[in-house]
């Protein structure tokens, strides 16, 4: 396949339509992406960690995406944007690997009966689709996927290299699903009779927005009656288990190796750190930020930062330390109000 990239861009097109403002030189010709402190000439980099400051007048670099407020330290042509960051990854998209693909389906891919397939879409080798599918215009499915029956799959939506999208699924427009990632599979419904767990038929399915990004290897469970939902703009990491029954809102985004037991609801605009852990049937609401390696066990109402646990690494020697006064604590505050007691006695027979 021949790679689709131009070799090298004029900065005034890198930048057009963004809300930047440019010091230095229009057509300087930027051909590739670099770390400040690795930068080379014909490269352009970013300035978005204070951290990184320090390399800013020693770039070798030809332009900086960076703030108004370190431009002045510039010695190269200057982006100034108000969210470098963005900046960035808009710029960025050029210099992403495309490569020109044929349209239409692998010769060793398999098709179920009655499927709906737009002729633009890309089917990859060793794809199993099953029956009753559809899947719109632009869409790519990746080499050995599965597909089951009666999926739906929205225009512009990208499944890399085996993905797994169970019965009944339904994807909106636009969306990013990595390598390894399951859709569907049935969600964790055992009922215990005398002694032997018995499985709970999963009835649901999951239904997934327009624009969402699903990391490699993350697992999202069918609802066991009601469909498990994913809205518009959603992002999750890599390695992230979604529970049966869960609702993620537009726009919340999830780090990696998060786990979220079943019919727990997630507002929209959150952000979730990594390694957190969320308890079933409980609600968050919007705007709310969780610290990494937060575990959540009730119901979070109002906008804010949460956080939970021991924070920051400390030595095994001091862990210990502080777990044992922990667990002396039910022990300290008895002996608290011990004296408390006792210096209000003594206290008011001073007073009389």
Known sequence: MKSANKLAYKLADLISGLDVILKGDPDCLITGI??????QPGHITFLTNSLYRKHLAGTRASAVILAEGDAALCPVNAVISRNPYFTYAKIASFFTDRYDTATGMH???VMGEDCSIDASAVIGAHVTLGRHVKIGANVVIGPGSTIGDHVEIGEG???DARVAVYHKVRIGRRCCIASGAVIGSDGFGFANQKGVWHKVPQLGSVEIGDDVDIGANTTIDRGAVENTVIEDGAKLDNLIQVGHNVRIGANTIIAGCVAIAGSTVIGKNCMIGGASTFAGHITIGDNVMITGMTAVTKS?????IYSSGIVG???NKEFRKNNARFHRMENLMERVKSLEIALKELTERKES
């Open 313 to 315: 690494a400390v030595t």
């Open 157 to 159: 939506t990208q499944l």
């Open 34 to 39: 670099s770390p400040i402190q690795q930068s």
């Open 107 to 109: 010769p060793a891919a």
């Open 300 to 304: 979070i109402r109002e906008p804010g």
